[in-house]
């Protein structure tokens, strides 16, 4: 039952994200009541399982992918990811409720909803991922998530800068962590979780470990913000509260202490992951204590709080000890119940105050009786009092650290993090005693008043956690901190006591100072403020916008340098470095001896040879002559030609021609709205260095062609060969790669033709509609136009070409399985007779005849083409995988029949749509820029002719 559940479970929050923008019009209640019905059946499925986990179970399931890359989709859960996956279901259920009152009848809520399930979908595969790359997918997700909730409020200047703060900071540490997660897997030989986890010492011991290390910390320390990456996090409270409540105390910012928490066993137990975790840790903890201390904004001082605990689950992990971690996952389930409490707290003041500075507020106990107890009693338990929660994981910790030692110093660590405790006693006691005590003021923006029960339900039902914990620790969260904390350390637990009472130990002492110190930091809290913002001291924040603008300065310096428009640069840029790639690819001796000798070259080829080259250096030497240089263009096109039916390839033959003779059709006529020569703008230095650039690739690319031709290499075709008719029903081997083996490929370059097509349509609009419809009014384009410029004679030629050109369209059409042709030859073909009648009787003769919309054309080609592939999925096989049989009809013989038959239509109908849409883009020019428009076939008729003199002599 697991192996289905799990998918289930990490799915529920992305399709419940559809329903919120649905239901919003039913109104808020049901909007609300219908998102919390997929973080419901979530939970109640994780309940379901967690009786496994509880025993030491690891539940997998996984669905392969691209099993041949060794990628699948593949969730597992032991105790570790129950425990996060319960916060995470558990306080976004919490938060709908809480939101449902606390956003205000303007704000879009089925917006903030709908992004709240995504972002709750992205954090639940994190905790449940086994792939690591599928992880790596979910942990960008949680950075895109957040930023749309962190923005929520986009009229905040605030909270739009906030977002990009957090997304920056927290999605560049993503990417260092792919690196690290990358080499991790390659070390390991698996990017399977439960692999990796069974590979601790293969992964130490590699030359390796210290930049996967590095990499990896990188990511966790900037999500979980750690210093330096601690900034953003506070910034990130411009958001509304619960976000804030759901983000900031239970999900995201944990996301990094989970990495953490979950690559322990094989990450940690060196000097490296003692010296950079627990050293990060310690100093976060320290430094986000103090700047709380000092912070008006009750968000604010919340958020540096949050920090602090963050650093100290860090230093925690960092340890590298056994109990360490397990007093790091006891704490996180402590600081989740008390902080997340605690931010609903200070919504429900703002919410009712409107205001959160601290020094505007106090005395709100009497006025807010039920917000001022749950404040209170939270805020106790972040102090680490006796009886809440916290004061027990704190204990713990503070006992850790007492044996902990920093580079030979016994008391480095000690001292520095009973001064965190005391820092984080004295934020406490300052929360409460300037917000909720002392006498009740007459000047707050709005009376105060307890909210309604449901905004207060949530944070009620955590503050009841907090003081169950407190008092019950070993039967309320015992057996899920034992289940989650042996699979964070991989192995037996070691011996610890969840108790009030651990006797007369430092951390007795510890904790008495970290009391006594806070109580008097508060008591000296209006003098020291003062000190605090006389003393000049760096800001994180404008540090930040000074990289991000400088990053910005020198990405236009060379953007601007090289995206200046031209395209001689970009490609000279390009191909220059793909000649060094190829270069030191060359020269690296890895190129084997031949093993084929030359053939000898018969005269006939030597010349095509000779005219070939002729022709490229004409079009070379004479570019800047249009006309000439396409006439060249066309000769080179035809010499290849010639040189695909000498190698006996008839289709690209076929193709070849094809594709130049209406490729020149169409560009003759764009020439006619184009000078006849190319200005000379460049100088003669750069042309040297083009023409240096182009020898130095024509012949890079000769040598490697050379190479090729003298030496056996492996090769497909005999693959295509064997499994053509069996595999494609075809003999045209070249057709069945097209529509069977690279179907996909065929069908991803009509969709690109057709893309092409509309686009040029699309650009003839603008043109048309834009600044230089005024120069094309003016032009004169008929100033050497014929009289006659639609023939007798030709008009009668492509009339009686036209069926004939049809059939053997149809004709190449039909035969393509088996024989060269196919859809794409044909729809060329047919173009091309349809372009001989649009050059013989004119556009506007032609157009009123058509009964078919190219536009339509197109998209028909596009959708007969994806239904055919699509329809394979029918019958479980691939996309595209083709059906084929025999059909014995009357009158006619019997013969083969494919599903391939309907792609190549949907090719045949894209093809020519696109070329007779880029034809009328050409048209609307010519009718804009004031040619006539004809309405007979011909200029001059005979049979009128006749008839004239006729009724003249009459």
């Known amino acids: 039952m697991g192996q289905s559940l799990l998918p289930i479970i990490a799915l529920l929050p992305f399709l419940g994200a559809l329903v919120p923008g649905l239901m919003i ?46 990628l699948s989709v593949s969730f597992f859960l032991d ?26 009848g303007d704000d879009p809520m089925g917006e903030f909803y709908t992004y709240l399930l995504l972002f709750q ?29 962190i923005g929520y409020w986009k009229h905040l200047p605030e ?3 906030g977002a990009r703060m957090a997304l920056a900071v927290t999605g560049a540490g993503g990417l260092a962590m792919i690196g690290g997660m990358l080499i991790l897997g390659d070390i390991a030989g698996s990017y399977n979780l439960t692999d990796i986890l069974q590979q601790g010492e293969a992964i130490r011991a590699s030359d390796w470990y210290i930049p996967a290390l590095v990499l990896i910390l990188i990511g966790a320390f900037a999500k979980s913000a750690q210093f330096p990456f601690h900034f953003w996090l506070p910034h990130a409270m411009a958001a509304p509260t619960p976000v804030s409540a759901y983000l900031h105390s239970a999900t995201m910012v944990k996301a990094g202490v989970f990495l953490m928490a979950r690559m322990w066993p094989v990450l940690a137990g060196t000097d490296a992951w003692f010296y950079i975790v627990a050293t990060t840790g310690l100093i976060t903890m320290v430094l986000g204590a103090t700047i709380a201390l000092f912070k008006d904004d009750l968000k604010a001082l919340l958020a540096y709080s949050t920090v602090s605990h963050l650093g100290l689950l860090t230093m925690l992990l960092g340890f590298g000890t056994k109990l360490a971690a397990v007093v790091a996952v006891f704490h996180v389930l402590n600081h989740l119940t008390f902080k997340a409490a605690l931010f609903m707290t200070a919504g429900i003041v703002d919410h009712e105050a409107h205001t959160r500075d601290i020094k505007r507020l106090g005395g709100l106990a009497r006025l807010m009786p039920v917000t001022a107890a749950l404040g209170i009693v939270t805020a106790l338990s972040m102090a680490g009092i006796p009886l809440f929660n916290g004061f027990l994981s704190k204990e713990m910790m503070l006992e850790e650290a007492a044996h902990t030692v920093w580079a030979g110093s016994h008391y480095a660590v000690p001292v520095l993090a009973t001064v965190g405790a005391l820092l984080s006693v004295a934020y406490s006691f300052r929360f409460i005693a300037h917000v909720f005590l002392g006498p009740v003021r007459d000047d707050y923006p709005s009376k105060p008043h307890d909210p309604p029960f449901g905004m207060w339900a949530a944070p009620a039902l955590l503050a009841t956690l907090v003081v169950l914990i407190g008092i019950f620790p070993a039967f309320i969260a015992g057996p899920l901190v034992a289940v989650a904390g042996g699979a964070v350390i991989g192995g037996d637990l070691p011996y610890y ?46 540090i930040f916008d000074w990289l991000v603008n400088g990053l910005t300065a020198l990405s236009d310096r060379i953007t601007t340098a090289l995206h200046n428009g031209a395209i001689s640069r970009y490609l000279a840029i390009f191909v220059t470095a793909t000649l060094a790639m190829g270069y030191v690819a060359w020269t690296g001796g890895g190129l084997p001896a031949p093993t084929r000798p ?109 190479a090729f031709l003298l030496r056996d290499v492996s090769v497909i075709s005999d693959f295509h060969l064997a499994n053509s008719y069996t595999g494609g029903g075809g003999t045209n081997v070249v057709n069945v790669i097209l529509v069977d083996f690279r179907g996909y490929d065929t069908y991803g370059e009509i969709i690109v033709l057709g893309i092409a097509g509309l686009t040029i349509f699309a650009l003839m609009e603008a043109l048309l509609n834009g600044p230089a419809a005024r120069r094309l009014r003016n032009a004169d384009y008929g100033r050497d136009r ?34 060269p042709g196919g859809g794409f030859i044909a729809g060329l073909v047919i173009s091309i007779a349809l372009l001989m009648q649009y050059m013989a009787s004119g556009f506007a003769w032609a157009q009123d005849r058509q009964k078919i919309e190219y536009h339509t054309m197109i998209g028909w080609g596009a959708v007969v083409a994806g239904l055919t592939g699509a329809g394979a999925w029918l019958f479980g096989k691939p996309f595209l995988t083709s059906a084929y049989g025999y059909i014995d009809l009357p009158l006619i013989e019997k013969f083969g029949l494919g599903s391939a038959f309907l792609f190549d239509l949907g090719v045949f109908l894209t093809v020519l749509g696109a070329v007779m849409l880029m034809l009328y883009s050409l048209s609307r020019i010519a009718r804009f820029a004031g040619e006539t428009v004809n309405v007979e076939p011909m200029d001059y008729d005979p049979s009128q002719r006749v008839e004239a003199a006729q009724t003249e002599g009459s």
């Open 25 to 70: 019009r039913a109104g808020r209640t049901a909007c609300a009541s219908f998102t919390a019905v997929p973080t419901i059946l979530a939970l109640v499925m994780l309940g379901i399982l967690a009786p496994q986990v509880m025993q030491g179970e690891v539940i997998q399931a996984e669905i392969e992918w691209l099993p041949q890359l060794g």
């Open 79 to 104: 105790g570790l990811g129950l425990m996060f996956a319960g916060m995470i279901l558990g306080m976004g259920l919490l938060i709908t409720l809480y939101a449902r009152y606390y956003l205000s």
């Open 121 to 149: 979908g992205a954090m639940l595969g994190i905790v449940i991922s086994d792939n690591i790359l599928l992880l790596l997918i979910f942990w960008e997700l949680t950075s895109l998530t957040s930023f749309l909730l």
């Open 159 to 161: 909270g739009r800068q």
């Open 497 to 542: 006591g969840l108790k009030i009472w651990h006797g007369i130990t430092p951390a007795l002492f510890m904790s008495i100072v970290a009391v006594a110190g806070g109580a008097v930091l508060l008591a000296t809290h209006r003098p020291l403020d003062r000190l605090w913002n006389a003393v000049p001291r760096p800001e994180a924040k404008v």
């Open 598 to 706: 030359l053939l000898p070259v018969p005269i006939v080829v030597a010349v095509g040879w000779v005219l070939l080259a002729v022709a490229t250096f004409a079009v070379v030497r004479m570019h800047r002559q249009r006309f000439q240089a396409l006439v060249m263009i066309g000769i080179i096109g035809l010499m290849v030609s010639v040189g695909f039916v000498y190698l006996s390839a008839p289709d690209l033959a076929l193709t070849q021609i094809s594709v130049e003779t209406v490729t020149i059709m169409l560009l003759l006529l764009a020439l006619h709205f184009l000078p006849k020569e190319t200005p000379c703008e460049s100088s003669f230095a750069r042309r040297a260095r083009d023409g240096a650039i182009a020898v130095g690739a024509g012949v890079g690319v000769a040598a490697l062609a050379y």
């Open 786 to 819: 014929s009289r006659d410029r639609h023939p007798l004679l030709m008009v009668v030629a492509t009339r009686a070409m036209m069926p004939i050109a049809v059939m053997v369209g149809i004709y190449i059409f039909l035969r393509g399985h088996n024989q």
